[in-house]
């Protein structure tokens, strides 16, 4: 009613073109704010509002996730750690895991003593080094898939470790980490 009398008083076509002018940045003005003030969805994009037909999605089964561990550790006496490894996912088959100690001699060079074969469940265990270990070098512990020739070799430098102590490491990592190293505190 009152854009009428506002026409009506002002016959001027400017007078009338700035009046509609307005009116429009009024509309827009009040169309930006409603929508700035609008909730989002949380990815960010807006659902249209057009409804969705009723169409019950089908689920497929969840692939199972490849086995991982997150391991911890506590000290013992002068020459044994407490590791608790934590089991997740799916063992692949072919594979098999091991419990590996690193020694870092601090000079670059690093030994892998494979020390204990992992089942795939969580798990507690103490971990012991030889009396006459040289507790400075650092040693962390960390959990590697082997193949079947790598089970086969780190089966036998258990072994060794056991009699001998003579060539019983792995000289480099080997097999895929399925975890990341733990600092062990001898």
Do not use: C
């Not at 807006?46 to 997150?70: C, G, I, K, N």
């Not at 590996?100 to 000079?107: H, K, L, M, P, Q």
């Not at 992992?118 to 898939?145: E, H, W």
């Amino acid at each position: 009613m009152a854009a009428f009398f506002y026409l009506r008083k002002h016959s001027n076509k400017w007078a009338i073109i700035s009046f509609v002018a307005m009116v429009l940045f009024g509309f827009a003005a009040v169309a930006q704010l409603a929508v700035a003030a609008a909730p989002e969805e949380p990815d960010g994009e807006r659902t249209a509002s057009t409804p969705t037909p009723s169409v019950v999605p089908t689920t497929s089964s969840p692939t199972p996730e490849d086995l991982r561990y997150q391991l911890s550790s506590s000290p013992g006496d002068p020459h044994t750690v407490k590791v608790t490894a934590t089991a997740s996912g799916e063992p692949e088959s072919g594979l098999t895991y091991w419990f590996v100690v690193e020694v870092n001699y601090g000079d670059g060079n690093i030994d892998y003593y494979p020390r204990r074969k992992m089942t795939g469940r969580s798990t507690s265990f103490d971990l012991t080094i030889p009396a006459n270990a040289n507790t400075k070098f650092a040693r962390n512990g960390r959990v590697y898939a082997l193949d079947d020739a790598q089970n086969s070799q780190a089966e036998d430098l258990l072994t060794r470790q056991g009699a001998t102590g003579v060539n019983d490491f792995f000289d480099e990592a080997t097999g895929q980490p399925v975890s990341d190293p733990v600092k062990l505190p001898y």
